[in-house]
């Protein structure tokens, strides 16, 4: 089976790759998305995999409408081996590259840049290509935002006691955030079929609500519903916790993607 990170390079998943329409050879296209591991068992026992939903520890399935998320300051380290003047002539010129003597290079891209469902990484309306070696981790940044445009931003649909509902969640925040391995990535995955090569950061939504039991709070009356529309913030007593919860889960959720067309 394909590897977790495979299934969780789409859309937030981040990713970086290389256009097919003349790109060189040795660059990743950089990009962000989001996705998880999920198999839904239909009535009829075929399974089939759900990278755009997760999960709570009760058992509800989330499937997500839409994703934003605001990143700002993105920062690259590179082999000890590579020098910036190795890739000069392949690099984006939205990218500065920084060697130095004793620690590792760096690639920087100031930011800040908006991402998610249907939203590709690019910077005054260009993909951004970076140079084709390997990538530890992205160390960047949340952006801030405000109410209105917040740090991030989601809607989800689920069915709680056979009714439609939507989770809709955001916060704002201005702490880092680490993208690195959790595992290792094999293929390119379809979204990225007119690319030789991808590699960026993902959320790995798997774990976003994992301690929280929406179905326990709901009957209990610790969460509540507007109409047809959940908010973690109403969360008390057992589920007092669960937006703050979600935040830290996102927030530590970051992971690589690299891929090649084979």
Not at 249 to 258: E, P, R, V, Y
């Amino acid at each position: 089976m394909p590897s977790r990170s495979w299934h969780r390079a789409i859309g937030l998943t981040a990713t970086l790759g290389l256009c097919a329409c003349g790109g060189p050879d040795n660059t990743y296209l950089l990009d962000f998305g989001y996705s998880s591991d999920t198999i839904l068992v239909a009535p009829d026992d075929s399974i089939k995999l759900a990278p755009d939903t997760f999960a709570s520890s009760d058992g509800l399935f989330f499937t997500v409408e839409t994703v934003t998320f605001r990143l700002a300051d993105l920062r690259l380290d590179l082999p000890p081996e590579v020098r910036c003047e190795d890739y000069d002539e392949v690099l984006s010129p939205e990218m500065s590259c920084e060697d130095s003597v004793v620690l590792p290079g760096v690639l920087h891209l100031p930011g800040p840049v908006e991402v998610g469902t249907d939203k590709r990484l690019s910077v005054g309306g260009e993909q951004v290509f970076i140079p084709r070696v390997y990538y530890p981790a992205i160390d960047t940044r949340w952006v801030p935002g405000t109410p209105e445009h917040p740090s991030f931003q989601l809607r989800a649909r689920f069915t709680y006691q056979g009714d439609p509902h939507v989770l809709e969640f955001a916060f704002q925040s201005d702490e880092p955030m680490r993208f690195e391995h959790r595992g290792v990535s094999t293929g390119l995955p379809k979204e990225f079929s007119d690319h030789p090569a991808a590699f960026g950061g993902s959320l790995d939504m798997d774990g976003w609500l994992k301690s929280t039991d929406i179905s326990g709070c709901l009957a209990a009356g610790d969460l509540t519903l507007d109409g047809n529309v959940l908010r973690l913030e109403t969360g008390r007593n057992t589920c007092a916790d669960a937006a703050t919860n979600m935040r830290l889960n996102i927030q530590q959720s970051g992971d690589l993607f690299t891929g090649l067309r084979l």
